[in-house]
Each structure stands twice: as structure tokens, then as C-alpha cells.
């Protein structure tokens, strides 16, 4: 395990230690301690938010035009880099290595993505209703910004807020996971070796709620954007609210599928399959309760148990590993808490529903039939490898299962019927809803969510508008 970096605290353009213990950081696969992590104490979240001061005055006064060629460097450094990041994301997060690089290129995608945004930016100008007058719409950054990002997807979640501030002009001081701080780590210091100026771009780690606590009220804050639950969310936006700090809030999912009878089934279990067990189920945009209408229920539920089955489980460094362990004990027992409660209250396993070996937190990819909509799993992100399987009967009945909880992030159909697809589309309550593929989380498109999975976007224009001031200027000859 001597390949993989500890990490430090990144303040004012330096690498150092923080001022309280460090913590250990933890292989999933072997529960083996692999490295240390720096954390904050109130004097270093005080020297890191002066830094983003500082680092604002200067990065807002960059052009856009040079702020985008200093991105795109970033952009490069970390496809140069793609191996060794992607093995740093394995050890500590889990995932197979095909998924840990396959996010570093994202990632580089994204920041190139929101570099050229950045360069367009325009204001406008409105006509005057009296002679020599001159009204322009300027946008300015809306100034430092914090970050708070999960261990889930530990460089895609962090690249989306802070590239979008970068662009905008804005500093940023990140807050990253503790669980996975190395792969975090190393986008940012891609973006120092870029020559990103001293203190546009800082990293901290510690403890979530006394760094949320003290970093949000701080009035060098200006923004605020988190990835995170429902339930620490909330808490979040009420503390932001108390100061005024505009907010953007990308929180917890539960997302339905629905396949209707007249679907491509091969299509439907092969993307659902795929999309319920990337990163051991861990994405907040997961397939988790998948309505089948009746006349398809059992072909599809034989397919996709069968697919369940057929992942390969085990260290994500081993070739042809489909799914690697969960991302700690608690994932496991939170697993094993709700399948207790569903087949308690009637569900059946169609598959899985047990942790697999005694060293590492692995558990198999797991399918329920017949839950019961007061069962735990039905009601609250399982945030694993399970997949809850239900019957419909027809459009009307299955729009009210997929609606009837408060979250609303992403959703998901299968139907030939175009009438089916303008209803869906029309009546689905989520941010997002993708029909007969998958076709989220591009950086040109939208992501986020509505209810209580938040508000705000993460991508497409409409993420930029987060860190943007609209200033009116009018003027007088």
C-alpha cells in the first residue's frame, strides 16, 4: 500500500499538516489502514478562509479569456494523470479501476466544459425608454464560495462545484471527504500545478459540522453548494439562510423506474442493471425502485435477478470486477437493516440480501420483490446494491408510486408508447428524467433536483447562474 499518498491541508497555494490529529484512512477491501488525512481546527479554517479572500481579489480580476486557459492546463494534467489518480480512488473509495478512471476523464471533461462557459458569460443591454441613456446587465462573481463534497464520487462531485465557481471568477474553499481525501487531493493540486493563483482554490478536511458551523456564517462566504443528505441539507440551507448566502443543494435520491409492458426489456435490464450497480449502488441518481407493469413483470424480474447475479463482486484492483465493496461498515449494516425490516414485513429475496466474506465490505448485488410501501427500503436511499422490484397495473397507478415520496432527483422510464413519454416527462416529479437510456450528469446538461433532493444545478448553464451576481447599471449622458 506504499503507492498510496496521505494528504495534507491545502492553504494559500501550500500543501501542510493541520492542527489536529490526523485520521486514518481505510481500504473498503481489506480494512486495512492505508494512510493519514490533515485535519482543520478552527485556527487553519480561519487561514484558509482569509486565503480565499485573498485569492478572490486576485482571480476575479483575471480574464475569462485567461482564467479558461488555466483551467484547460488543469483539465490536462489530470487526463496525464488518469492512472495513478484512478488507482488512489480504488484503495480508499473502492470502486473497480474502470470506474475510478472513467470518472478522473469525466472530470477533466467537466472542467474543460465549464472553462469555455466561463468565457461566455455575456451581460446585455437593454433599450432605454428615454435618449441618452445606457442600461447594461453586467454579471460578477458572486464572491467565495464553500464547498462541500461526499466520499461517494471523491473528484466528479468536487469538479462540478469548483470548476463552475472557477469559471464564474470566484475563489473556493473546499471541504473534502475524509474517506476519501487522496483522489480529491489530487484534483486540486491539477489545479495548482495549472498556476492557479495562491488561494483561489483551497482544500480542508476535519469535522463536517465544526467546519460547516464556522465556514458558512464566516461573511467572507458568499455561497454555499453541498452534495450530500436530505437531512444534513436542510440543516445547511437553514444556517446559509440565517446569513443570506445563496445556496445550492444536491441532496439524497430515490429514483424510480418504470418499465412498461411495451419496453425493450434486453435494453431496459442491461442499462438498469448496469446503473443500479455502478459504484456498489452508491450514487445518489441510482435506479432503486423499479416499477414493472404487469404483463412484464416476471420476464423482467427473472432477467434482471439473473443479471444481479452475475456481477462479479471483489477488489476493484482485479481485473473483471464489476462492483467492488461498499464504502464502509456502516453502508453494510444500513444494508442489512433495511433488508431485515422488508422481509419482516413480507418482501421476498429474489437474490442476494447477505454481505459476502468476513474481511472487507462486500455485499451481494441485491434484488426485493413484493415490498411493502411502509418497509424502510421503500421510503428511505438504501444508497447500496439493492434494487426493489413492484408491480403496476397501469401509467396512472405508477406515476403515484413514483411520486408519492418527497425526494425528487432523477427518475427513469422504459416505453415504446409515445404517449407514455410525453406523460412521464409531463407529470414525473423529479429534476430529471431520463427515457429508454441513460443520459444524465453530461456536463452540457442540467443536474439536480427538486423537493427534498434539493435545488439548484450542477450542470449546463443553468450551474453557472449559481455563481453569478446580476448587477444593473444605468447611466446618464
Not at 480494512?31 to 485573498?54: F, H, N, W, Y
Request: glycine share 10%.
Amino acid at each position: 500500500m506504499t503507492n498510496y499518498p496521505s494528504t495534507d491541508l491545502f492553504v494559500g497555494g501550500t500543501w501542510r499538516d493541520g492542527k489536529k490529529d490526523r485520521l486514518a484512512i481505510i481500504n473498503p477491501a481489506s480494512e486495512e489502514i492505508i494512510g493519514t488525512v490533515a485535519c482543520a481546527s478552527r485556527e487553519d479554517l480561519d487561514q484558509a478562509l482569509e486565503a480565499a479572500a485573498k485569492g478572490f481579489a486576485v482571480w476575479r480580476d483575471i480574464s475569462a479569456f485567461d482564467r479558461s486557459k488555466i483551467m484547460r492546463k488543469a483539465a490536462s494534467l489530470l487526463r496525464e494523470r488518469a492512472d495513478a489518480i484512478s488507482l488512489t480512488m480504488t484503495l480508499e473509495q473502492g470502486k473497480p479501476l474502470v470506474e475510478s478512471r472513467g470518472e478522473t476523464l469525466a472530470a477533466a471533461d467537466i472542467i474543460d466544459w465549464f472553462a469555455e462557459e466561463g468565457r461566455r458569460t455575456y451581460g446585455r443591454l437593454i433599450p432605454p425608454r428615454a435618449p441618452n441613456i445606457r442600461q447594461a446587465v453586467i454579471r460578477e462573481p458572486v464572491g467565495p464560495v464553500a464547498a462541500f463534497t461526499p466520499w461517494n464520487f471523491p473528484i466528479n462531485q468536487a469538479v462540478r462545484k469548483v470548476s463552475a465557481a472557477l469559471a464564474a471568477g470566484c475563489s473556493v474553499l473546499l471541504k473534502g471527504p475524509e474517506e476519501t481525501p487522496a483522489s480529491c487531493a489530487a484534483l486540486v493540486k491539477a489545479f495548482a500545478d495549472a498556476d492557479l493563483p495562491a488561494g483561489a482554490l483551497n482544500l480542508v478536511f476535519g469535522d463536517p459540522a465544526e467546519i460547516s458551523s464556522h465556514v458558512i456564517p464566516h461573511p467572507v462566504i458568499r455561497k454555499v453548494s453541498f452534495t450530500g443528505s436530505t437531512a444534513v441539507g436542510k440543516r445547511l440551507a437553514a444556517l446559509a439562510g440565517e446569513h443570506m448566502k445563496r445556496v445550492t443543494m444536491e441532496l439524497g435520491g430515490h429514483a424510480p423506474a418504470i418499465i412498461f409492458d411495451d419496453a425493450d426489456l434486453d435494453l431496459a435490464v442491461r442499462v438498469l442493471a448496469g446503473s443500479k450497480f455502478r459504484n456498489a449502488g452508491q450514487v445518489c441518481v441510482a435506479p432503486t425502485r423499479f416499477l414493472v407493469q404487469q404483463g412484464a413483470y416476471d420476464r423482467f424480474l427473472s432477467a434482471f435477478a439473473k443479471a444481479a447475479e452475475a456481477v462479479k463482486v471483489g477488489d476493484g484492483r482485479e481485473e473483471g470486477v464489476m462492483m467492488g465493496p461498499l464504502a464502509n461498515v456502516r453502508r453494510v449494516e444500513a444494508m442489512e437493516a433495511l433488508i431485515l425490516d422488508a422481509t419482516g414485513r413480507g418482501a421476498n429475496i429474489a437474490t442476494g440480501g447477505e454481505r459476502i466474506g468476513n474481511r472487507g465490505y462486500f455485499f451481494k448485488p441485491t434484488v426485493l420483490t413484493e415490498v411493502p410501501i411502509d418497509a424502510r427500503v421503500a421510503n428511505e436511499e438504501p444508497f447500496g446494491p439493492l434494487a426493489i422490484v413492484n408491480r403496476f397495473s397501469d401509467i396512472d397507478e405508477a406515476l403515484l408510486e413514483a411520486n408519492r415520496l418527497p425526494y425528487g432527483l432523477a427518475a427513469y422510464a422504459y416505453t415504446a408508447s409515445a404517449k407514455s413519454r410525453m406523460e412521464l416527462g409531463r407529470n414525473i416529479e423529479s429534476g430529471m428524467i431520463s427515457i429508454n437510456h441513460h443520459g444524465l450528469a453530461l456536463p452540457e446538461l442540467p443536474f439536480g433536483g427538486v423537493k427534498d433532493s434539493g435545488y439548484g444545478s450542477e450542470g449546463g448553464t443553468e450551474a453557472m447562474d449559481n455563481y453569478l451576481n446580476t448587477k444593473l447599471v444605468t447611466e446618464a449622458d
